[in-house]
């Protein structure tokens, strides 16, 4: 593959200026990129019509799509069903709705329609969180405890699901059935971001198989191979990276989500493109999203 430390530099897609930019999803069916600002409690979009945006009564962090016109859209109590041109919310099932301390961060749909979804503290407070499972309807609990649960994704041979949790500066894999995409036995450590004195964020796999990690903090999204090797890097001119999708034509363009959150004032100004959405050509291709079923 291409070094993606050689490509062309990235470029803004949307300029608003996101809390905490999170959860990019790369809409198939509408060829339309969809993200979050979970701490203004909104999800955006632009398309040739612009941007638009729907407001929530909660933190919102992570979406999956439905149909042409309809996302699963992950908040801090529910996954509910949200329809993109009514702007109508079904609720498909709750999510730690018990427990006020916490919302929904990472989240992305597996191969079998099924959709993982981490939770953690409002506050990042340690062990809180955890990594569940939506599957036709049912939402069971799968690895905890979590802190900052992220990097939820899968490569395209659908033998492992990986997540990592932010706090503990680790990316772990699990094997998953066959048939039904359920984990099998324990989760295995990928890669060790504390060697690396990186922090990992949100993730996802390209067409080949090698993994793409935001890392916050760092400005920059970084490729490593199918065990855990370097590839390289795209520098992103934002300190807080947070999300990476693929999308766009041929799904070659690398979309990615910063954000403002716990940045000074003084690295803002040095910094003013801080929580906008970017996108960059990394001369790779991406999968397209998998579809929930609900």
Same mark, same amino acid.
């Given at each position: ?72 859209v992950a908040s801090e109590t529910s996954l509910s069903v949200l329809n993109l041109e009514t702007g109508e919310k079904d609720l498909a099932a709750p999510l730690e709705r018990d427990n006020p301390a916490t919302r929904s961060n990472d989240g992305r749909a597996d191969p079998w329609g099924g959709f993982w979804i981490g939770t953690m503290g409002k506050r990042a407070e340690p062990a809180l969180g ?9 939402? &069971? ?17 659908? +033998? ?37 004195? &990186? ?91 998998? +579809?929930?079923?609900?």
């Amino acid at each position: 593959m291409t070094d993606p430390a050689l490509t062309a530099p990235p470029r803004v897609f949307d300029d608003t200026r996101c809390a905490l930019g999170e959860g990019p999803l790369w809409h198939p069916e509408r060829a339309q990129l969809f993200w979050f600002d979970i701490l203004n409690r909104r999800l955006l979009t632009r398309s040739a019509e612009g941007p638009k945006h729907w407001k929530f009564d909660e933190h919102v962090s992570a979406a999956g799509w439905v149909d042409a016109d309809r996302l699963l859209v992950a908040s801090e109590t529910s996954l509910s069903v949200l329809n993109l041109e009514t702007g109508e919310k079904d609720l498909a099932a709750p999510l730690e709705r018990d427990n006020p301390a916490t919302r929904s961060n990472d989240g992305r749909a597996d191969p079998w329609g099924g959709f993982w979804i981490g939770t953690m503290g409002k506050r990042a407070e340690p062990a809180l969180g955890a990594i569940y499972r939506y599957y036709r309807g049912e939402v &069971r609990q799968l690895f905890a405890p979590i802190t900052i649960s992220n990097a939820i994704s899968f490569p395209p041979d659908r +033998r492992h699901g990986y997540f990592a949790d932010t706090a503990a500066r680790k990316v772990w894999r699990v094997a998953l059935s066959e048939t039904d995409g359920w984990p099998r036995g324990e989760p295995e450590v990928f890669i060790d971001f504390a060697a690396r004195d &990186r922090n990992p964020d949100g993730a996802v796999f390209d067409a080949e198989g090698n993994f793409w990690c935001a890392e916050w903090g760092a400005s920059r999204v970084s490729a490593y191979d199918t065990r855990g090797e370097p590839l390289g890097h795209v520098p992103i001119p934002a300190r807080h990276t947070s999300c990476p999708a693929f999308g766009g034509q041929d799904l070659g363009t690398l979309f990615v989500t910063t954000a403002r959150q716990g940045l000074s004032a003084a690295m803002l100004e040095e910094q003013p493109l801080n929580g906008q959405t970017f996108e960059v050509k990394a001369g790779v291709r991406g999968q397209a999203e998998h +579809r929930v079923i609900l």
